[in-house]
Nanobody, 116 residues
Framework: QVQLVESGGGLVQPGGSLTLSCAAS????????MRWYRQAPGKAREFLAG???????NVADSVKGRFTISSDSASNAVLLQMSGLQIEDTAVYYC??????????WGQGTQVTVSS
């Protein structure tokens, strides 16, 4: 069973930066693509960024210019670098991976709180 473990969340002041990591239990090249989502209280889960096994990246317009997705094959991890964080970025951040067909997986989430 594939496992995804997010880390790097925490409390940060407005304008600050955080880097989230999603560590997979197998090679990230086994996934067609991996993505980051977030869910704030009372809101729907929101797509943030994705990266394919071939390295093609896609970032949502809502966070473009502030969030960057990258992969670290040596660590079997996908990273989400976040800068210029705002109070409205407060949410639980989730990692998602798709291996094709119905084989997709979610991490347990990591809390990001932006507050002064």
């Amino acid at each position: 069973q594939v496992q995804l473990v997010e880390s790097g969340g925490g409390l940060v002041q407005p304008g600050g930066s955080l880097t989230l990591s999603c560590a997979a239990s197998e090679s990230i090249f086994s996934f067609n693509d991996m993505r980051w989502y977030r869910q704030a209280p009372g809101k729907a889960r929101e797509f943030l960024a994705g990266i394919t096994s071939g390295g093609v990246r896609n970032v949502a317009d809502s966070v473009k210019g502030r969030f960057t997705i990258s992969s670290d094959s040596a660590s079997n991890a996908v990273l989400l670098q976040m800068s210029g964080l705002q109070i409205e970025d407060t949410a639980v951040y989730y990692c998602y991976a798709w291996q094709g067909g119905t084989r997709d997986y979610w991490g347990q989430g990591t809390q990001v709180t932006v507050s002064s």
